[in-house]
């Protein structure tokens, strides 16, 4: 069975959209730095996240991510991250970090977060215990994108 399809009206530019892993969610970014999280069964807008996930480099919303169950969502927010229980809509968690991070990656365990930033630097979260587990720097080319 295939989720409803909807249409999404925006004033916005699109720079960004993003599907849960449950598929019970589509969240969009748009040019005015703001995230939007639909649930696509009702067709309505959850949340609308203000400020955040923007990226001056190339003036786009850059990712976010979801845990592999798709009850968390990571996304940027000024030097850290915050993580976003997609049931309650409330911050769970933030995690501060040294860099400005342009990507974030959830392991497929949902146990760690990889973080990359734009000095060069990956950042592993251990989420079980709260804290940074590696830092590593990257010497040729920044890292942009996990796998």
Partial sequence: MHPPSFAIETPDTVTGIFLSPNKQFVVIGVNNKNIRIYDIENQEMKIDVEGCCYSKMTNNVINVAF???GSQMAYRWEEGVRLLNMSTFEMEKEINNQHTWV????SPDGKFLAIGGTKDLLSIYDLSKDTS???IKQVEARIHQHV
């Fill in 103 to 106: 990507s974030v990656s959830y």
């Fill in 67 to 69: 845990n592999p169950d």
């Fill in 133 to 135: 587990m590696a830092l």
